[in-house]
């Protein structure tokens, strides 16, 4: 179960990183062999230069329709020293959770790549983490999955409301079940 919970987010987080011709040919095939035996059926894939438009339009870093940055989902500071009107902002980067989690990066030795500089929190590499956090058996994986991960509710909730089609709603459709399941299993059925 460990092993396949780990494959699974490093799974998702490959899936939803911006592709490039080596994803893109990993979707391809083994990719879209890995989603198969979950029971996700991608579709049919359109060409790299339409694939690569569709994930700008989507999660892209300029206007996309859905964000997969942590701390724009979330009150950008809970710190009392904050202007309240900006403190209870949203849309924002670099929020108080993008600070926590780049914190927990740095705690494990992990250093953030350059590409993420202003985004520690961006959904690839919280998903990255997490395997880490599965793989390792560590014991902060309940408590990352809610202080953190519980953005993709918000993620799959927008990606619904934006129509977003194709492969990408099908990966984000997988998330948010592979979430739930991972909410009832770290934190019970209340969770």
Known sequence: MERNRVEIYRLLAYALSEPDLELYRWLKSDG???FGKLGVNLGELPGFPELSRQYQEYFGLYAPRVSLIESVY????SDPEVDPVMANSRGFLMSDHALHVAALYEKAGLIVPEDFSGMPDHLVLELEFMAMLVENNHPGQRDFLVDHLSFIERVVEKSREENIRGIYREIVEFL???Y????NLLLGKQG
């Open 176 to 178: 948010g079940k592979f």
């Open 32 to 34: 879209a062999k890995a």
């Open 74 to 77: 979330r009150k950008w500071s």
């Open 180 to 183: 739930q399941e991972e909410k």
